[in-house]
């Protein structure tokens, strides 16, 4: 998919169901955004934070998430579309699972100049989309020691990867990711 077609995925307004998405025109990752983690088995976890990640990336968009009727100052999430060649975006689905069953805590670089170390704790595995992963990503330095709730939802050689503050407590809803995975299947087939 190129990056007009995720363009086109991409949720505008209130089109997932309890949220409101506004798409995003600046970069998410800029070049200097090459994140390493010190712990092989961390690498597929590091590599979402990566503008280098081992299975490249053909296109990506991003929009903000928040609940409807969140008040105005809440932190947004984010809606992430990637796209991948579709035997890459299995592999590293495949490779992300392992990494959840091996990888507890990580020190993570990147060549903007920051080195973090994070925490990682799987969640349970719901059913969304091709396949899918969640788990709850922390920084060290979080003041509060809370992370953010990733759910990485695969559609053929697309992910929808979520961010979601842990204080909303779950994954995003199973309804908003099938959703979400039945538009990236439009614009496959459009």
Known sequence: ??????TEALPDGGELPGFVAVPQDLALLEA????TADTAA???IA??????PRHPR????????????APADATPGSLTLTSH????ARA???ELKQALSNCTEFTATSKRGWTHRFSVRPLPQVKAGDDSVNYVLTNALAPDGKGNV?????TGGAFATYLMDQDAGKPVPVAVANQQHKKLQGAVNS
Do not use: F, I, Y
């Open 92 to 94: 590293w689905m495949a």
């Open 85 to 88: 060649e579709d035997k890459a």
């Open 42 to 44: 961390c690498r597929p």
């Open 150 to 154: 990733m759910t990485v939802v695969r």
């Open 1 to 6: 998919m190129t990056e007009a077609d995720l």
């Open 32 to 35: 200097e955004d090459v994140v």
């Open 58 to 69: 053909n296109a990506m968009v991003w929009a903000t998430m928040k609940p409807q009727g």
């Open 47 to 52: 590599d979402m934070m990566s503008v280098h």
